[in-house]
């Protein structure tokens, strides 16, 4: 794996919601962003954007599920900076919404 890819991947899988799109990850790899855009398809094997939502998704599940944090305050925490968009990208990634993921987990485990 190139070395830009693999800055990029650390970033991403530690600081996902510092990044508002691929572009600032390439910039702060050093690279302009379809080349990074390239690269990270090539070697990681899903585009770069997709990527950074599954990071994002990942980590609104893991909030919504530690934490009391309202759905608009989780999607500002994992990088997205509409409650609109946090929203629409969630139930399109997950199936649910935030709110509704949050309870099924709460009552899966008893807490609901």
Same mark, same amino acid.
């Given at each position: ?18 990044? !508002? ?20 398809? +090539? ?11 599954? +990071?994002?998704?990942?980590? !609104? ?52």
């Amino acid at each position: 794996m190139t070395d830009p890819v693999r800055r990029a991947l650390a970033l991403l899988d530690h600081e996902s919601a510092s990044f !508002a799109g691929p572009e600032d990850v390439a910039r702060a790899v050093g690279l302009l962003p379809e080349t990074l855009r390239r690269q990270f398809k +090539r070697e990681v094997g899903i585009p770069l954007g997709e990527y950074l939502t599954q +990071r994002r998704v990942a980590e !609104a599940q893991r909030l919504l599920e530690e934490t009391d944090l309202q759905a608009a305050e989780v999607g500002r925490a994992v990088g997205w900076r509409r409650e609109d968009t946090a929203a629409r990208v969630f139930r399109r990634e997950t199936g649910t919404t935030m709110q509704g993921y949050r309870r099924s987990v709460r009552e899966g485990r008893g807490d609901g």
